[in-house]
């Protein structure tokens, strides 16, 4: 079945705890991306990777970091949580080159930081 | 750069009205647009797209979307509610510039509530 994965589902964690979630997708797109979803604001985009190795900020990137070391996965980093990022995460892929091309999204990860 | 509006944040109908959920872009030529639905606890899924020709669209679950360029709009339909169709609703832009092929701008959703 074609889908995205993100792990863990949900997480509460303190300030300043080092964290990953992980995101896999298993249709080789070559196109992933993350976003948080806070009420009020919909969704907006962290960071995006056209391919391996190949990333670049979204619109609110300040206090993330991601990867690319292989095509199927996509982990977004929290070096230093803070409160502020407390959200709702969800990775997306999809084929590169054309935003014809349809962005599947994972299940999305509840991220609680005290 | 673009944006969505989408100005109703909460939206109650009965079960078998019909259905009309309003979305607003901003984009200096003919978009990319989605509409997405978030079910409780779910990710996103596409419901529909408009790229190019009719400008009327079909999507699953018995939606469809009217793109019309005069009034900068993408309004969601759907002509008879189900209880089932109670979720979040996101409307979503995307530009046709190559540099950010896949970029979506989302709007900040429409919540529908289904009353029996």
Not at chain 1, 78 to 93: R, V
Not at chain 2, 101 to 109: E, H, N, P, R
Request: proline share 5%; aromatic share 12%.
């Amino acid at each position: 079945e074609a889908q995205v994965t993100q792990n863990p589902r949900y997480l509460i964690t303190v300030t300043g705890k080092k964290l990953t979630v992980t995101c896999s997708q298993n249709m080789n797109h070559e196109y992933m991306s993350w976003y948080r979803q806070d009420p009020g604001l919909g969704l907006r985009q962290i960071y995006y990777s056209m391919n391996v190795e190949v990333t670049d900020k979204g619109d609110v990137p300040e206090g993330y970091k991601v990867s690319r070391k292989e095509k199927r996965n996509f982990p977004l980093i929290l070096e230093s949580p803070s409160p502020n990022q407390t959200s709702l995460y969800f990775c997306a892929s999809s084929k590169a080159g054309s935003m014809q091309e349809t962005q599947y999204f994972g299940p999305g990860t509840r991220l609680l930081v005290l | 750069a673009q944006s969505v509006t989408q100005p109703d944040i909460h939206i109650t109908v009965s079960e078998g009205a019909s259905l009309e959920l309003r979305c607003n872009y901003s984009y200096g030529a003919t978009p990319y647009l989605f509409w997405y639905v978030q079910s409780p606890g779910q990710g996103l899924q596409l419901l529909l797209k408009y790229f190019s020709g009719d400008t009327l669209v079909q999507g699953i679950k018995g939606f469809e979307a009217e793109f019309k360029r005069s009034q900068s709009s993408f309004n969601l339909r759907k002509p008879s509610v189900h209880w089932s169709d109670a979720a979040e609703y996101f409307c979503a832009v995307g530009a046709r510039n190559t540099g950010t092929a896949s970029k979506l701008t989302f709007g900040t959703g429409t919540r529908l509530q289904v009353t029996l």
